[in-house]
Structure formats: structure tokens, C-alpha cells
């Protein structure tokens, strides 16, 4: 698990960031750590666990680095907004460059995903050997936690994510990419209570709240549906059995 | 074997479960002590073993539920079986362990095999006798409390009513009756109406040994907060907080990560309160609210490597913290199968390893050290030596005896003091 003689993109050490906290700042050095620390953090958060539900705890504590980060960047004028265009195709390629990143759980256990992440530091490497390149990946990095903070939370009423456009074409991006339904409900997506309500089951149902309001994800989402629901053993409860019931008919 | 996830001694200290990964229970029994061999201390052989929780699918997300058993929690011991409660991420079953080392023989209606006989062939009566039998020892789920969490159950604690306990996800905590399983009172309830607000977790819940209205829970932002149950039906506002102000010299970006507690435990007097984050364990007294009383560090030595464990991961390792009986020693564990004792009184610690490479069975443990700054003296380990994936994460410690076990991931160690 702890991997020796890997090429750190960390700080540890002499570069502690407690210490380039205190004094005055080594601006490009600090800079780069605080980046990679905010891309390893947001990689750790996109990171597709299919089978078992994620650490809630974990992402909590990650998502709260990841505002900190933000925070501070946004203080120290780093943190430019971009146009939508030019944001929108700088989250594409970031998005399909994790792609190898999206891997299950037990894959990260074997550590393959520190090879992965060298493959994403490489991405952001190249960035910067271009021109225009700090700002482009500030400004990736911009669009990612943004959304990312709205997305990965919970998908609540459609309504609320209609008014943002950036919001669902991220979405599109993440599912196509992903191609599991299960990533399209992030990381913090959860059933409430108030879901076995009969009525608000059938309007979920109805208007696939789960997925948003695109109908290329509503492809991605019904096989499943369908597959489990037929798939129900005799141990569900009332609740269930409804749910059995309803999706059937 | 699997990798062990909970390990538990019951109050008398007669018995010892662990739960693991595969949804399993062992528990372990002291041997009587024998006259014959007085030097010879009871050792702990096992007793019973039993899938407590199998894998689950849940179809509504499309998720599996984990069968692994995150808590064991006896409940005291009222007749001559034993009780105990073990939950996984979602369904807390309570379990009944009983002996059996008689068996009826020589009913009137049914032969020994069990079938009827024909009443019109009995000819004579005979009192059934008892007759003895191997000892077995079985356990049976008396009750099952599941769907009544939505999160990942963290904690479950037994009241000292011994009529409810409580269960402790991520986000709430609810309160059972032993007897009702399809009921809970939902007692703390910390989920923003809106997720995206969502920035802190209840990561561990105990009741007051005593008081059975009194409950502590501890949070991923390093808080504590004491509820009396008395006060309101939904104990959203505390009685207590408990926080420490922050060191402005030690801040980065993983203070909040390293502050998030990951175990809180009450003393046996109900006094105190020892609560474990990434780097130390902490001694509250429950009357003073703005500081710990003690502060312990574990493996400080860690505090320049928190990037490198923030990336894998092992920075949220969740360490449990254990009492001795009489509250004088703390003890957790740590990594490279090292865990760390502290004597309250002394001010002295000792760091030991729980490995067979490094110790003889009945060998005296040796104490290790791990080497900090440039020169490493012969015994000593270096920082960048440590095995981060042999993490001691449970232990446990008897009641009254000198006795731990520690958990090594697949391996239970059981240590006990030197008898002279």
C-alpha cells in the first residue's frame, strides 16, 4: 500500500506546506503542491465505487479539503472563471483523461491506481508546457470541483438543475464516460425515506429523477432497473414488494 | 481466515468475540483455571463460531451490503446463556449463545428418533430422564433489527437499563427496545435538508456506562457532543460540546482529516472520555467542555507524511481506543502491527508489536521503538520502514485482568501479563 520510490507529486518533508504556510510563499512551488493536491483530492472523490456504496465519512473529509482548497485559491486570485465553451471542452478532455481512473475499490487496494495517477499528473504535465497552459488547467480545475460539489452530493428535483446548463452537459460527460448508472446517482446519492412513498416513487419513476432530465442517460438507466427489479428475492419487505409490484405493471 | 473487524471481551471477561470481514463470529472461552497447573493461566480456546450476517444485495441502488461485521456488543449476563448484539453496515442482529450438554431421553409419545409412536402400542409410562450429551454450544438469532438505516452503521452501544441500545450511522442514531424490532426512535439526526450542504459525520456513539439517559457521539470535525436523552425526544441540540480550540501553528490542509474522530469510549467510572483521531488519543473529563485533560500522541512521526498517507489513503484508517478496567491505561494500535500503551498515572508509554516473526509464544514482548531523526540504533525502526498495511486497528482489553487481545488484520493476538 505504501509504495516507495514512487515520484511524489506530495509535499512532504522539507516542502511541508505547514511551513510555506507560516512565511511567505514560494509562489510557483506552492502553487503546484496545492494543485496536486487538489487533483489527487477531486480524482479520489470521481473515483467509481460500483458495487459498494462509499465511504461516506471519507468523501465528506475529501470534499472538505477540496473546498478549502478552492477557498484559498479563490482568495489568492488563482481561481479565474472561464467562458462556457472553452470550460466545457477543458472538462471533456479532463474527464475522458481519468477515464483509466475509473477503477472499482479492489483495483485501488492492488494499487494500480497510483500508476493511474501518474497518468493523470502526466495529462496535467503536458498542460503546463504549453503557453496558455496554467491558466487552462487552473481553469479545469475551475469547472471540475464546481460541479463536482453540486453533482456529487445528491440529484434532488430536476427542477433546480435545469437553470444550469454547465451542470447537466458535466453530467452527460461523466455518465458517457462512466457508463454505469449507478455514478450517475455520485457519490452521496441516496434514498430517502420519503422514496417508498408511493407517490413519489411513481413520479420518480415517471420522470426518471434518478438520471436527470437527458433522455441519453435514460438508455443507460432502465436495463438496470428492469434487470434488478426481476431479480428480487422473497426476503423484501412491504416496501419492496411494492416497488416489485409498481415496476412490473 | 478473514481479516478480523471487531473484537470484543464480555463483562466478565470469560468470553471474547471477534467478528470479521466475511460475516463471521468467533468467540472464545477461558479455560478454568486448574490447581494442577497454577502457573498456567486460563488461555482463551474457542468456543463458537457462526455466520452472523451474509452478503446482501440492495436493489433499489443497486448496491451490495458488505457482510462484514463492524461491531460486537455483549450484553450482560443474565441466565446461562449469553446474549450479544453484532451489526453490519445496515442490520443489527441480536444473538442467543447457549450450551447444551443434556438431552432428554425416553419420551412416551415419540421414539429417540423422533417419530410418533402409536399411542395404541404404549403399554407402559416412563418419566423422560436427562441424559448427558457432548457438549455443544449453539447460537441462534433471536432478533434481527434491520431497515431502519440508511447510512453505514458505525457504532452500537447497550444502555445500561440493558432494555435499549443504540444504534449510529453516518447521520443518525437510533434507539431500540430489545424486544421490538420493527420499531426504533430516531434520537439524533444530523442530515442537512440539503446534501450539498453536507460537510460533517457522526463517526462513533456510546452510551454513559451509568446513566442511562446520557449518550456521547463524536463527529469527522473532531467534536464531541453529550445529549441527555431527558431533554427533548430528538437530541439535537447537546447537553455538552466538547472541542479543542485549534493550533494555528500545526494547520494544513489535512487538519480537519487527522481531527476527525474516529473512536470515543467513556471510562468504566463515566467520569472521562478517551476519543482517537489520526494522530493521538484524547482524555476529556465530561465537566470540562474546551479542552482535553491529556493528550497522547501516538505516531506523531506521521505529521510530516500526511500527504503521501492522504494519497493511499491510509490517512482515514479508523483506530479504536480501549480502557484497561481499572481506567489507568489507554491503549490503541497503530501501524507495522505496533500498538501503544499509555499509563495515565506514570506519564509512561511503550510501544509493542503483535507479530510472530518478532516474538516467541509466552516470550516477554519486546518494547519498539521507532526512530525519528538520522541515526537509527540497532533496534530501532525507521519512519520509512513501517508497513502501513499491517494496521492494528482493534483491540480489546478484560475487564478486570490483564489481558488484551489486538486484532493484527487476519490474526488475533492475546497477550496477558507476566505470571511469576
Known sequence: ?249 | ADIISTVEFNHTGELLATGDKGGRVVIFQREQESKNQPHRRGEYNVYSTFQSHEPEFDYLKSLEIEEKINKIRWLPQQNAAYFLLSTNDKTVKLWKVSERDKRPEGYNLKDEDGRLRDPSMITVLRVPVLRPMDLMVEATPRRVFANAHTYHINSISVNSDYETYMSADDLRINLWNFEITNQSFNIVDIKPANMEELTEVITAAEFHPHHCNTFVYSSSKGTIRLCDMRAAALCDRHAKFFEEPEDPSNRSFFSEIISSISDVKFSHSGRYIMTRDYLTVKVWDLNMENRPIETYQVHDYLRSKLCSLYENDCIFDKFECVWNGSDSVIMTGSYNNFFRMFDRNTKRDVTLEASRENSKPRAILKPRKVCVGGKRRKDEISVDSLDFSKKILHTAWHPSENIIAVAATNNLYIFQDKVN
Open chain 1, 1 to 249: 500500500m505504501f509504495v516507495r520510490g514512487l515520484k511524489r507529486k506530495c509535499f512532504d518533508g522539507e516542502e511541508d506546506i505547514e511551513g510555506t504556510l507560516a512565511g511567505i510563499k514560494a509562489i510557483p512551488s506552492y502553487n503546484l503542491q496545492r494543485q496536486s493536491l487538489l487533483d489527487m483530492s477531486l480524482v479520489k472523490l470521481q473515483l467509481c465505487h460500483m458495487l459498494v456504496e462509499p465511504n461516506l465519512c471519507r468523501s465528506v473529509l475529501i470534499a472538505n479539503t477540496v473546498r478549502q482548497i478552492q477557498e484559498e485559491m479563490t482568495q489568492d486570485g488563482t481561481w479565474q472563471m472561464i467562458n462556457t465553451q472553452s470550460t466545457g471542452q477543458a472538462s471533456l478532455d479532463r474527464l475522458v483523461s481519468t477515464d483509466i481512473l475509473c477503477r472499482s475499490s479492489r483495483d485501488q487496494s492492488e494499487g494500480k491506481h497510483l500508476p493511474a495517477y501518474g497518468a493523470f499528473s502526466k495529462d496535467f504535465e503536458s498542460d503546463q508546457t504549453q503557453d496558455s497552459s496554467e491558466t487552462m488547467s487552473t481553469a479545469s480545475s475551475v469547472q471540475t470541483p464546481r460541479n463536482l460539489q453540486s453533482n456529487v452530493w445528491e440529484m434532488e428535483n430536476p427542477q433546480e438543475n435545469k437553470g444550469n446548463f454547465q451542470k447537466s452537459l458535466d453530467q452527460i460527460f461523466e455518465t458517457l464516460e462512466n457508463k454505469t448508472p449507478n455514478s450517475v446517482e455520485d457519490l452521496f446519492s441516496e434514498v430517502d425515506n420519503s422514496y417508498y412513498d408511493l407517490d413519489t416513487m411513481l413520479t420518480g419513476m415517471m420522470s426518471n429523477t434518478k438520471v436527470g432530465h437527458c433522455d441519453s442517460l435514460e438508455t443507460f438507466s432502465s436495463p438496470t432497473n428492469t434487470a434488478s427489479n426481476s431479480n428480487c428475492k422473497s426476503d423484501l419487505n412491504d416496501l419492496d414488494h411494492i416497488v416489485e409490484i409498481l415496476v412490473e405493471s
